[in-house]
């Protein structure tokens, strides 16, 4: 198997995404392109790869930045890593990384970890605007994620609202709520962030402007929590001192809000498998990205999400 | 003053309702109107008001339970606790409790605690789907809000979004942009809710559903972490002495996430001050939101709501 890998993508590029290859090259036998400026990454990995692993380097001149407008980049620099390593993905597959067949938009995938398990969360960005038929595919594709990678039965699948009554919801809600209990998934009907986090779902279908607010502001809060305990454990001894002695019992939380542990998001919906990871990735965040885009194949999740979709249309011309 | 109350509105009532009640009438001067069952609270209220505060009781046949659909509990339960407070605080005002004139939508304007203070955001939940024209008034409402209640001076308006940069949003946030920064307020742009949790704006404006998916994911990942800290604590002799040293060192996160701290959300752009208590409120929710609801009174909060809609009426009609 070959991963391809943005070299430039982190905030602290290119070590994260040096170290975290070598070690997933070593730990999973496979091959690692490394994408981005050859000048820049090679005397780095000479100096780290000794066991001479499977990790080479394609040349990319450019490196997108934070300030770089999206569009305007994509013109302005035409050979940064990512695009390069897209064009790399694409002609290894012929002329793969389109739309797959019959999917009316591809979405961004995330685990969220609950207080019994994992949640997986489509979309959390890449459409701000949907509509139910959108939202039917997100289901399909996200319950296909739900039993190839969490290895669950039946995975029930739900979409985020204001309330889980019948009544609640904005229009996109509602005029989805018929063509998502006729779809071929366990539909569960509404649900708050609440039952996300307690565990009551293993898909939760939202649009990408919802679910973007939904991840940020569980990111914010815990966030804001920690800066806070740590800061007022500091305020005195004995606090100190006990902070010292309870560090333990902080480990699962640290664990479930470590970006490097959640994993990158998965863009599904295309013909290849293309993770995006969080900016503040380090090379374990990089490892178990490459971890997860190893399992994701050896589960053939692309093969499964095709085969569900194929479906879907089937069954709609039979109608 | 006199403040009307539904005495069977939270989980546990009407205990909260009564002792937060003769809390507030005894601290802040004030009469207080219960509504709720006569037999019920009679015994209760005659039990616990030792010094003959001015709290009355006006008798409503019916309770309205969190299994009653709010359309049809209006027809069968037509003397809810919740709709004879309303028509007692109507027929004080003569025809009242209307929408403010000049008002498209009455919004559900809630205070978040941030990093350094505090922000109103608004709507979080009357108005599922939006338009922006809506979110020129709900800036305009939450800025007086902000000004009359925080003592901000040109309070910093944003609205709330998956990205800062301009091109981000859904179509509902880019829509409202250009009418958002040709209104009468200090508009700062869009937020995502790491900023908002940082302080970075008074006022943030958002469609009901976004709004209630952030205060609940708030609640919810605020809710999972303490759990979750909480079990772990308990786990070891070590770690249970270490959180006994550092419980005070929680104290500033407990008061955050109290909401008996947080107070009741407001239905701003009515003529008359609504408050909407949490299911959850104790006795010192109630109080506080007595005594929110005392210096609403006091700041003339209505009144300057009012003249800030007219002044927006006045200038579109001078264009």
Same mark, same amino acid.
């Given at each position: 198997?070959?991963?391809?890998?943005?070299?430039?993508?982190?905030?602290?590029? *290119?070590?994260?995404?040096?170290?975290?290859?070598?070690?997933?090259?070593?730990?999973?036998?496979?091959?690692?392109?490394?994408?981005?400026?050859?000048?820049?990454?090679?005397?780095?990995?000479?100096?780290?790869?000794?066991?001479?692993?499977?990790? @080479?380097?394609?040349?990319?001149?450019?490196?997108?930045?934070?300030?770089?407008?999206?569009?305007?980049?994509?013109?302005?620099?035409?050979?940064?890593?990512?695009?390069?390593?897209?064009?790399?993905?694409?002609?290894?597959?012929?002329?793969?990384?389109?739309?797959?067949?019959?999917?009316?938009?591809?979405?961004?995938?995330?685990?969220?970890?609950?207080?019994?398990?994992?949640?997986?969360?489509?979309?959390?960005?890449?459409?701000?605007?949907?509509? *139910?038929?959108?939202?039917?595919? =997100?289901?399909?594709?996200?319950?296909?994620?739900?039993?190839?990678?969490?290895?669950?039965?039946? *995975?029930?699948?739900?979409?985020?609202? /204001?309330?889980?009554?019948?009544?609640?919801?904005?229009?996109?809600?509602?005029?989805?709520?018929?063509?998502?209990?006729?779809?071929?998934?366990?539909?569960?009907?509404? @649900?708050?962030?609440?039952?996300? =986090?307690?565990?009551?779902?293993?898909?939760?279908?939202?649009?990408?402007?919802?679910?973007?607010?939904?991840?940020?502001?569980?990111?914010?809060?815990?966030?804001?929590?920690?800066?806070?305990?740590?800061?007022?454990?500091?305020?005195?001894?004995?606090?100190?001192?006990?902070?010292?002695?309870?560090?333990?019992?902080?480990?699962?939380?640290?664990?479930?809000?470590? *970006?490097?542990?959640?994993?990158?998001?998965?863009?599904?919906?295309?013909?290849?498998? @293309?993770?995006?990871?969080?900016?503040?990735?380090?090379?374990?965040?990089?490892?178990?990205?490459?971890?997860?885009?190893? /399992?994701?194949?050896?589960?053939?999740?692309?093969?499964?999400?095709?085969?569900?979709?194929?479906?879907?249309?089937?069954?709609?011309?039979?109608?």
């Amino acid at each position: 198997m070959t991963i391809i890998l943005d070299a430039m993508g982190s905030d602290d590029y *290119p070590i994260p995404e040096i170290e975290g290859s070598l070690l997933a090259s070593r730990d999973l036998g496979i091959k690692i392109i490394l994408v981005g400026k050859k000048d820049l990454l090679e005397p780095i990995l000479k100096a780290k790869n000794s066991n001479n692993l499977p990790v @080479v380097i394609e040349n990319a001149d450019d490196v997108l930045e934070m300030t770089d407008k999206p569009v305007e980049a994509t013109k302005s620099k035409p050979n940064n890593s990512m695009a390069v390593g897209l064009r790399l993905l694409k002609s290894g597959q012929g002329d793969a990384l389109k739309r797959m067949e019959g999917v009316q938009r591809p979405a961004l995938a995330a685990v969220f970890p609950t207080k019994n398990g994992n949640c997986v969360v489509i979309d959390i960005g890449a459409n701000a605007d949907c509509r *139910p038929d959108f939202f039917v595919q =997100f289901g399909i594709i996200g319950s296909i994620f739900a039993e190839k990678i969490f290895k669950k039965k039946s *995975p029930r699948v739900a979409m985020l609202a /204001n309330g889980e009554e019948d009544m609640k919801g904005n229009q996109l809600i509602k005029d989805s709520k018929p063509i998502m209990k006729s779809a071929n998934i366990n539909f569960i009907g509404n @649900v708050e962030p609440k039952e996300l =986090f307690k565990g009551e779902a293993d898909v939760i279908v939202c649009d990408g402007f919802t679910g973007n607010i939904l991840l940020k502001t569980s990111e914010a809060v815990g966030r804001l929590m920690t800066d806070i305990i740590k800061e007022d454990i500091k305020s005195t001894l004995f606090t100190k001192i006990g902070g010292l002695l309870v560090k333990p019992a902080f480990s699962r939380i640290r664990k479930m809000m470590d *970006p490097s542990e959640v994993g990158a998001a998965r863009l599904l919906g295309v013909n290849g498998l @293309v993770f995006i990871g969080h900016g503040k990735s380090d090379s374990k965040a990089i490892y178990n990205g490459i971890k997860a885009a190893n /399992n994701d194949v050896n589960a053939d999740l692309l093969g499964a999400i095709q085969s569900a979709i194929e479906n879907q249309l089937k069954s709609r011309q039979e109608l």
